[in-house]
């Protein structure tokens, strides 16, 4: 009898083992930033966030099981750029966005940036859109997040005029954090093609340069991502996919 209460307990103790191994692991979580800012400087116009920009991204994430929460400076509903919305920039993930009343809902409950912390994601990504231009490129506490994720080795994504959230982030000497990397944004080229040049605050290829940043692009209006450290940062509306696959690759490696 001795000998039967070992033999007896190691079918026990695989199905322990076995079962906790099955345990799924934590949701990965990534962190989207939008804008709250809707006006197009004194022009009388909206603007706000890009749609393809963020639900493209969105739903690449979420088809693979990571779970997307939303911020914006001010909570509440993130202001869609109405441009974004003419039938000529509607993509497959735009046309899902109108139709998903769940995805619909999180854009009109956004959290305040205020309410976030960074150990809760495993990586912070900024679609672009005009209305970055003028709240998250000056944002305190969105600058303090992307010190943040950069200083816990997490991955920053930036697509298009998301990349305005990097023009006054500092690094812990007080330098520029683009300082001597490679990275990407809307170009002056296609500023000037959309007949914006003169209504932003600012030029956001020329900025990042004044900042020290290793401009890089491709052709206007087609894909282009550099990545440089953790920051992943694409050119133009036509770069979100390739920017979310990036991300999603360093997700993969941690």
Not at 1 to 15: A, N, S
Not at 129 to 149: C, T
Not at 163 to 185: C, F, I, Q
Not at 229 to 247: M, R
Request: hydrophobic letters at 35%.
């Amino acid at each position: 009898m001795k000998f039967l209460f070992p033999l007896l307990l190691i079918p026990v103790l695989l199905i322990s083992a076995f079962s906790s191994k099955a345990q799924p692991n934590k949701k990965t979580k990534v962190l989207f930033v939008l804008t709250s800012h809707n006006k197009l400087g004194k022009t009388g116009h909206a603007t706000g966030f890009w749609i393809e920009e963020f639900a493209t991204p969105y739903y690449y994430f979420t088809d693979k099981g990571i779970e997307v929460e939303i911020a914006t400076p001010n909570g509440g509903q993130a202001p869609i750029d109405p441009k974004s919305n003419e039938p000529s920039f509607q993509t497959a993930s735009t046309k899902r966005y109108f139709a998903d009343a769940a995805t619909q809902n999180l854009l009109a409950t956004t959290k305040k940036l205020t309410q976030v912390r960074e150990a809760e994601y495993a990586a912070i990504f900024y679609p672009g859109g005009h209305g970055p231009m003028w709240d998250l490129a000056n944002d305190i506490n969105s600058i303090k997040l992307i010190q943040s994720f950069y200083y816990n080795n997490k991955p920053i994504a930036f697509v298009c005029h998301g990349s305005a959230a990097l023009v006054n982030v500092k690094d812990n000497n007080g330098n520029y954090l683009v300082s001597g990397k490679e990275l990407t944004s809307f170009c002056n080229s296609e500023e000037e093609a959309v007949e914006l040049s003169n209504i932003v605050p600012f030029a956001l290829e020329s900025k990042l340069k004044e900042r020290g940043a290793i401009y890089r692009k491709g052709p206007d209006w087609s894909s282009y991502v550099a990545e440089d450290g953790q920051l992943i940062t694409g050119q133009n509306p036509q770069s979100s996919e390739e920017v979310a696959k990036k991300l999603y690759t360093r997700l993969k490696k941690k």
